[in-house]
């Protein structure tokens, strides 16, 4: 009989980010080895329950004082917590595997500490303290800076996520980027800490053949449009390089609060740039191997980053980068090698960037010694024995 595991994510496709990518893509490869469960949000537009290679439930999800909004949050945390619980009494799980800090983590915390004999693994993929209280959309902050000067709401969101790692068995994070901030700014002791980077997606883009722009200089990002992405300093960047380069666009893949995307093409607007930039909204993944395909460079602007997916798979098409020098891209990318990094929040370091990353060819072998830690089976070698290590203790 196979080990049985509960995934917890709250954010699942048809939501975008990190976790909406790799959940599902490792609950597949893992069920061939374990019974697999995944918990998410309900979403209007898919089914509450489905059964592939995997089991997926969605639970109850309350939206109704806005998304962001502390009470509704809470109602969310509560609603997937007593759901998580009642799906756990189910399938019993010997392994719970949080893929957030925040609203997965508690839930899967609620389960264990509800129950007998569970483990709990807590994946860091982002900060809950920088991501909700440590950067405005115009500038960026560090989690150093704000341990060295905390406001009073950053040290009640440092309290309730230092508590979530000390009560998790486990601590899943992607880089030595994060791994050193968990030993050096929350005390986690290194035994605690796994490193398993995120897999490229499961199409090949590999096999993505460029496709010229015929003197068009075409620069393409890819990520969930949030401040702390950057979009408002690429923008910027843009119009710095629309003096230079008369033929130049800027397509923006990705979808956020209409609100901040509004203020984004009224920026564009301000720059008079409106006709350079194109906001393609939420494209499938399957389909975003042909928009790779048709960029020059590809351009990462975030003011905090803690792994960088969408980089990854523009390596993969051996797309030049111009990205920020922060967290886990400055792994990825190297300087002269298959892109440029730029000062965070400088639309002028990152205009520079990209004029280096035009008509630059990265480095194959860079490129693939850096691929070969994101191959899926790596991924899954890794997960799978760190999971049979704590199921055996």
């Given at each position: 009989?196979?080990?049985?595991?509960?995934?917890?994510?709250?954010?699942?496709?048809?939501?975008?980010?990190?976790?909406?990518?790799?959940?599902?893509?490792?609950?597949?490869?893992?069920?061939?080895?374990?019974?697999?469960?995944?918990?998410?949000?309900?979403?209007?537009?898919?089914?509450?329950?489905?059964?592939?290679?995997?089991?997926?439930?969605?639970?109850?999800?309350?939206?109704?004082?806005?998304?962001?909004?502390?009470?509704?949050?809470?109602?969310?945390?509560?609603?997937?917590?007593?759901?998580?619980?009642?799906?756990?009494?189910?399938?019993n799980a010997r392994i719970i595997h949080a893929h957030d800090t925040h609203?997965?983590?508690?839930?899967?915390?609620?389960?264990?500490?509800?129950?007998?004999?569970?483990?709990?693994?807590?994946?860091y993929a982002g900060d809950l303290v920088l991501e909700y209280s440590g950067?405005?959309?115009?500038?960026?902050?560090?989690?150093?800076?704000?341990?060295?000067?905390?406001?009073?709401?950053?040290?009640?969101?440092?309290?309730?996520?230092?508590?979530?790692?000390?009560?998790?068995?486990?601590?899943?994070?992607?880089?030595?980027?994060?791994?050193?901030?968990?030993?050096?700014?929350?005390?986690?002791?290194?035994?605690?800490?796994?490193?398993?980077?995120?897999?490229?997606?499961?199409?090949?883009?590999?096999?993505?053949?460029?496709?010229?722009?015929?003197?068009?200089?075409?620069?393409?990002?890819?990520?969930?449009?949030?401040?702390?992405?950057?979009?408002?300093?690429?923008?910027?960047?843009?119009?710095?390089?629309?003096?230079?380069?008369?033929?130049?666009?800027?397509n923006i893949i990705g979808t956020g609060d209409a609100k901040y995307v509004?203020?984004?093409?009224?920026?564009?607007?301000?720059?008079?740039?409106?006709?350079?930039?194109?906001?393609?909204?939420?494209?499938?993944?399957?389909?975003?191997?042909?928009?790779?395909?048709?960029?020059?460079?590809?351009?990462?602007?975030?003011?905090?980053?803690?792994?960088?997916?969408?980089?990854?798979?523009?390596?993969?098409?051996?797309?030049?980068?111009?990205?920020?020098?922060?967290?886990?891209?400055?792994?990825?990318?190297?300087?002269?090698?298959?892109?440029?990094?730029?000062?965070?929040?400088?639309?002028?370091?990152?205009?520079?960037?990209?004029?280096?990353?035009?008509?630059?060819?990265?480095?194959?072998?860079?490129?693939?010694?850096?691929?070969?830690?994101?191959?899926?089976?790596?991924?899954?070698?890794?997960?799978?024995?760190?999971?049979?290590?704590?199921?055996?203790?």
């Amino acid at each position: 009989m196979k080990e049985k595991i509960l995934f917890i994510s709250s954010n699942y496709p048809p939501r975008i980010g990190g976790p909406a990518t790799t959940v599902p893509q490792v609950a597949k490869a893992l069920s061939k080895d374990f019974d697999v469960s995944v918990i998410a949000f309900r979403e209007k537009s898919v089914p509450n329950y489905e059964k592939t290679e995997f089991e997926l439930f969605r639970s109850p999800s309350f939206y109704g004082f806005g998304f962001s909004n502390p009470l509704s949050v809470a109602i969310r945390t509560l609603q997937i917590s007593l759901y998580a619980r009642w799906i756990l009494g189910k399938r019993n799980a010997r392994i719970i595997h949080a893929h957030d800090t925040h609203i997965s983590a508690i839930s899967a915390l609620f389960c264990k500490y509800t129950s007998f004999g569970k483990k709990v693994f807590v994946k860091y993929a982002g900060d809950l303290v920088l991501e909700y209280s440590g950067l405005s959309e115009s500038e960026g902050t560090s989690i150093e800076a704000i341990f060295s000067n905390p406001t009073f709401k950053q040290k009640i969101l440092l309290g309730i996520q230092k508590k979530i790692f000390n009560m998790a068995d486990k601590l899943h994070v992607q880089n030595e980027y994060q791994a050193n901030i968990l030993k050096k700014q929350y005390n986690i002791p290194e035994n605690k800490i796994i490193i398993i980077p995120n897999p490229i997606n499961e199409w090949d883009f590999s096999n993505v053949k460029r496709i010229k722009g015929e003197g068009k200089l075409r620069i393409l990002s890819v990520s969930r449009i949030v401040p702390w992405k950057g979009h408002e300093i690429a923008i910027k960047a843009v119009a710095i390089l629309s003096k230079k380069e008369r033929n130049i666009q800027f397509n923006i893949i990705g979808t956020g609060d209409a609100k901040y995307v509004a203020k984004l093409k009224g920026l564009c607007l301000k720059l008079g740039i409106e006709k350079n930039v194109a906001f393609l909204g939420k494209i499938g993944h399957e389909n975003l191997p042909s928009y790779y395909a048709r960029a020059d460079i590809f351009v990462q602007p975030s003011l905090y980053e803690p792994f960088g997916i969408t980089v990854i798979e523009a390596m993969a098409c051996n797309l030049p980068i111009a990205a920020s020098s922060v967290g886990g891209l400055k792994e990825l990318v190297i300087s002269g090698k298959n892109g440029f990094l730029a000062k965070p929040s400088s639309p002028t370091e990152l205009a520079s960037a990209i004029l280096k990353a035009k008509n630059f060819e990265p480095d194959a072998k860079t490129n693939k010694k850096i691929l070969n830690e994101f191959k899926l089976e790596t991924i899954i070698k890794l997960m799978k024995q760190n999971y049979l290590k704590v199921i055996k203790k």
